[in-house]
């Protein structure tokens, strides 16, 4: 059975750098997009990034474009989340994805494997 766990998160002060993980454990998803989501308290779970199959491709949010940067690496089966010049409002719990397709989506309903998330919190 396929299952995607995250590590990496942690408390933070504004303007500091975190790198999020995702190691996919029971099947390979080297021909899957790859995406990360997030979920801030009270509010729905939303898109952050995503990464085509072979990396050729990846997209972001507006709100997270410039601060942070998706990577894969096959070799490990693993997806990173490098986020830098952390604001509060990027506190959420984190999500990483394996799409159904090879293409970096942004639609929540195209990913069909999710990991259990892992909490990032940015105090001002």
């Known amino acids: 059975q396929a299952r995607l766990v995250e590590s990496g998160g942690g408390s933070v002060q504004a303007g500091d750098s975190l790198r999020l993980s995702c190691v996919a454990s029971?099947?390979?998803?080297?021909?899957?997009?790859m995406g990360w989501f997030r979920q801030p308290p009270g509010k729905e779970r939303e898109f952050v990034a995503s990464i085509a199959w072979n990396s050729g491709t990846v997209r972001y949010a507006d709100s997270v474009k410039g601060r942070f940067a998706i990577s894969r690496e096959f070799a490990k089966n693993a997806l990173y989340l490098q986020m830098n010049s952390l604001k509060p409002e990027d506190t959420a719990t984190y999500y990483c994805?394996?799409?159904?397709?090879?293409?970096?989506?942004?639609?929540?309903?195209?990913?069909?494997?999710w990991g259990q998330g892992t909490q990032v919190i940015v105090s001002a």
């Open positions: 994805a394996a799409a159904r397709g090879a293409w970096a989506s942004t639609d929540r309903s195209s990913f069909s494997s």
């Open positions: 029971g099947r390979a998803f080297s021909n899957n997009g």
